[in-house]
């Protein structure tokens, strides 16, 4: 229950897109292998083998991925040597929703800091996206998930061919291929952080 409440904060405060809560270690690693995500929001103390292997999984599927820790034992926990470069926070459960508010937040700012700055070829492009109509950028916003053409039709409720359509559309209103359309989604997502924007 904690976790679907911390679920809920980083959906509807924070704008995140939380690919999932899991209940056990075995969970999270498939929920990884399907869809590794920058971040990970680490319980330590699933029952069900240790938190490790979660992270050691995403970190080889993802090796920019960032870890963000909770726990009951804060202040005694430290992550093996292996991890720490990738700890964000360790976050208390008893503080966990003004502490971990501020900690993703912070982490969001420093994300988009870093896209803005490594990207000033791509800002009218990513501009453009903005004048497309609300179908196309749910579109973009799913390609930027990284969801496959049918995945992307049953969220929005839509025909594979429809989709198609739509990224073939966008792909020649922006001038670009199908393959930098996919990266211009994901950089879109990436500076999109308004939740209430979601598809």
Known sequence: MVGQAIAGVLSEVA???VMG??????????????????LLVLDVELGDGSYCEAADLLLQLRPDAELLVVTAMAEAFS??????RCVIAVVD??????????VVLAWKDRCQNQVRTHLPS???????????????QRVVRALGCGLLNKEIASRLNLSNATVETYRKHVAARLGVSGAELVRLASLYRMLSWDASRSS
């Open 93 to 102: 459960k008893a503080l966990a929703w003004d502490q971990l508010m501020a």
């Open 122 to 136: 791509c800002q009218d492009l990513l501009s453009a996206i903005e004048r497309l109509s609300p179908r196309e």
């Open 15 to 17: 704008g995140l897109d």
């Open 21 to 38: 809560v899991c209940a056990s270690v075995q969970e999270a690693k498939l929920l990884i292998r399907r869809h590794p995500p920058r």
């Open 79 to 84: 992550p093996p040597a292996d991890l720490a």
